[in-house]
């Protein structure tokens, strides 16, 4: 019931920043949380950062201080600010959101890619 797209990924050197987006449509109005997981080759998926709709933002510990999170309820979208971007950053980067029901719902990716 809700589609996501992400955009904004891309080629980077280390040090450098970039801003990726998501924007959610479909049964939007169901949504609580939004946010940000990554996957690099070879490694399991992990939490980057996420939002409540109120505001709550959590973020990975690996990430604290380079990236911030926010988000626009109006427009059903969902953004991370990456900045000192490292060579370890470099993953897919997937969209989340989960609705008030608990079910979470999926991007398809969008890669970012550090180079040193």
């Known amino acids: 019931q809700v589609q996501l797209v992400e955009s904004g990924g891309g080629l980077v050197q280390a040090g450098g920043a970039l801003k990726l987006s998501c924007a959610a449509s479909?049964?939007?109005?169901?949504?609580?949380?939004m946010g940000w997981y990554r996957q690099a080759p070879g490694k399991e998926r992990e939490l980057v950062a996420t939002?409540?709709?109120?505001?709550?933002?959590i973020y990975a510990e690996s990430v604290k201080g380079r990236c911030t999170i926010s988000r626009d309820n109006a427009k059903n979208s969902v953004y991370l600010q990456m900045n000192s971007l490292k060579p370890e950053d470099t993953a897919v980067y997937y969209c989340i959101s989960r609705d008030w029901g608990q079910t979470n719902y999926w991007g398809q990716g969008t890669q970012v890619t550090v180079s040193s």
């Open positions: 479909g049964s939007t109005i169901s949504i609580n949380i």
């Open positions: 939002v409540s709709r109120l505001g709550t933002k």
